[in-house]
């Protein structure tokens, strides 16, 4: 499953596990303040941001889950999971995004939710950084996808956060849904990739090579 032994590996798991845990405690808290902060301000968007976050702690259970264990058929398992969380999450903002512009809703302002969204942003870039070092240290493509989540988790954030100032500074409704449908298209994109197996970062993709970091003998 990677192409470090012995210590170094042991170090790279623990600091796998380590970063989805950390995005595990900092979703399940999010769901918590977003529901708090969405229902103060009737935000759609505020809402669907809880959602995403839903789905983040899906995809880190199923990288935790991977990581536990070894084996191809796991990976591929592992795999095709962070795909669904990528279709889910690329269905959700399509739906949200549509949905506000078609009902033209406006929400209320929220300090909280601008507050929250704002440190998520810092916090999910953080964590994507060190989970694509570490999945690519680890030669693990399932790590490196999920890192991939927590990246659109943290535009998303950002998109939500200026959406929110927008509003709230100018009344421009429209701006969060309008980013939603680049977010859109970045999700599908995943979706393809993980399902054809031609993921940017695999070395062994199309090759005939496994995933799991074995050099080529020849």
């Given at each position: ?10 170090v ?8 989805e845990?950390?995005?595990l405690?900092?979703?399940?808290a ?11 301000a ?46 889910v ?6 739906v ?18 601008i507050?929250w969204?704002a ?9 994507a950084s ?6 690519r240290?680890l ?5 490196r996808?999920?890192?991939r989540?927590t ?6 954030a ?14 421009w409704?429209?701006a969060?849904p309008?980013a ?8 599908a ?17 199309g ?12």
């Amino acid at each position: 499953m990677t192409s470090a032994g012995g210590p170094a590996r042991g170090v790279l798991l623990r600091r796998g596990f380590a970063l989805e845990y950390v995005t595990l405690v900092w979703n399940v808290a999010g769901v918590v303040v977003l529901a708090v902060a969405a229902a103060g301000a009737r935000s759609v968007a505020l809402a669907g941001f809880g959602l995403d976050s839903l789905i983040e702690i899906g995809a880190s259970t199923v990288v935790i889950w991977e990581l536990s264990g070894t084996g191809a058929e796991r990976q591929r398992r592992g795999l095709r999971l962070i795909g669904f969380a990528f279709a889910v999450l690329a269905v959700y903002l399509l739906v949200q995004s549509t949905v506000v512009l078609a009902a033209r809703y406006h929400p209320g302002h929220s300090v909280l939710g601008i507050a929250w969204t704002a440190v998520t942003a810092a916090v999910m870039f953080a964590l994507a950084s060190g989970k694509a070092r570490t999945g690519r240290a680890l030669d693990n493509p399932v790590l490196r996808s999920e890192g991939r989540v927590t990246m659109i988790d943290g535009i998303l954030a950002g998109a939500v956060l200026l959406g929110l100032v927008l509003n709230a500074g100018l009344g421009w409704w429209w701006a969060d849904p309008a980013a939603g449908y680049v977010l859109v298209y970045y999700a599908a994109r995943e979706v393809r990739e993980t399902f054809s197996g031609q993921h940017r970062d695999d070395p062994g993709a199309g090759t005939g090579a496994d995933n799991h970091g074995d050099p080529d003998p020849g």
